[in-house]
């Protein structure tokens, strides 16, 4: 079967985003062809890829065992792929499960188009309700919060317990004002939090939370220490009781471990480039006999795997975004820039060239609408 040409912007080495010449399969039996029109930015995990800082390019990885071994090779270069947050329209379909014209999400990569394949990767439908650009949350971002809602309830309520069983009723501390930060605190007060608190150090992003109805606390000194004088349980039983913790750095996760009350649980989001030194696990960790749980979006709970596809996550993430879709596009995207000013848009987030970073960039391409 013959290839069909594409863009894709990729890394060409260390520090060096760069516009791709890569190729896809011609759609074959059961597959279509999807035309790019939207692709999120997530800049936390790109910039790490475009600066080399990730696991897997300083350490080798072992897939059979998962394990990173420093006797292993470390990933190279170049990237052909970055990015997981894509809307396409179907152009040409030899599937019956997707409609030629139809709008979808999927997790590929800013790249011009995909040879799309419902059997062996999720594909999301984009419904005609939604405003097609935050489609670019459906299959994977969203997803990603909502699995941490899932984690959080598998861990306090136990597996198989239904979505709200770890927020619905009790006080949850979000750290972080990213855009996981933000989606994940609004679907905590939507699954029936008793109350949401969102701490962030960066004056900015607290206002982006306080223009969506979140309460926040400046989390560039001791937030812990307002959150347990907010949150009093009883003697010797402050705190929160989950912490939803979703930003890649160490004094986030220590603030998430001082916040809670005893025996509470974090469950992290956060995707660590680095060492851990501000998190003393013999201090709250220890003494109040805390848990952390990570929610990693390649996995839902154990024995959840079922009842929770990707497709289940995404459903999730729908209802949130026809609920407060005008408020997320208004708030949270804040930049929307041609594909072209990708690779630029990467260097300079890596290279911390911006006075003001975007909170959520969408590229946009060109092509049937």
Not at 53 to 58: A, G, I, L
Request: aromatic share 4%; proline share 8%.
């Amino acid at each position: 079967m013959s290839d069909r040409a594409v863009r894709t912007i990729g890394v060409a080495g260390p520090g060096r985003p760069a516009m791709l010449d890569d190729v896809e399969p011609e759609p074959g039996p059961g597959q279509a062809w999807v035309h790019t029109l939207w692709s999120g930015v997530s800049a936390g995990t790109e910039v790490a890829l475009v600066r080399g800082t990730d696991p897997h390019h300083r350490i080798g990885w072992d897939a059979e065992r998962r394990s990173f071994d420093a006797g292993g090779p470390p990933a190279g270069y170049p990237v052909l792929g970055l990015g997981y947050m894509e809307v396409g329209r179907v152009t040409e379909s030899r599937t019956d499960q997707l409609a030629g014209g139809q709008l979808v999400a999927m997790a590929y990569g800013h790249r011009t188009g995909r040879c799309a394949d419902p059997a062996q990767r999720p594909v999301i439908p984009v419904p005609d309700d939604l405003d097609p650009l935050l489609g670019v949350y459906l299959a994977q971002m969203g997803p990603i919060c909502v699995n941490g809602l899932l984690h959080a309830a598998a861990t306090l309520a136990g597996p198989g317990a239904p979505l709200d069983a770890g927020v619905r009723g009790r006080r949850v501390l979000v750290t972080g004002a990213g855009v996981i930060g933000l989606l994940t605190a609004l679907l905590a007060v939507r699954h029936g939090a008793a109350e949401v608190l969102v701490a962030e150090p960066s004056a900015e992003r607290r206002a982006v939370a306080g223009a969506l109805g979140l309460d926040t606390v400046d989390d560039a000194g001791e937030a812990w220490r307002t959150v347990k004088e907010r949150w009093r349980n009883g003697p010797g039983d402050h705190g929160a009781d989950v912490v939803l913790q979703c930003r890649g750095h160490d004094a986030a996760l220590a603030t998430a471990l001082k916040a809670l009350r005893p025996q509470g649980v974090v469950v992290d989001l956060g995707f660590y480039q680095a060492g851990a030194e501000q998190v003393r696990l013999g201090e709250e960790f220890h003494h109040n006999g805390l848990s952390v749980v990570c929610a990693q979006i390649s996995r839902v709970p154990r024995g959840m795997a079922d009842a929770w596809p990707r497709t289940a996550l995404a459903a999730v993430t729908l209802d949130l975004l026809r609920e407060r879709g005008d408020d997320v596009r208004r708030h949270l995207v804040t930049d929307v820039l041609p594909f072209e000013d990708g690779p630029a848009l990467l260097a300079d987030l890596a290279g911390r060239r911006l006075p003001s970073p975007p909170l959520q960039a969408v590229l946009r391409f060109d092509g049937p609408r």
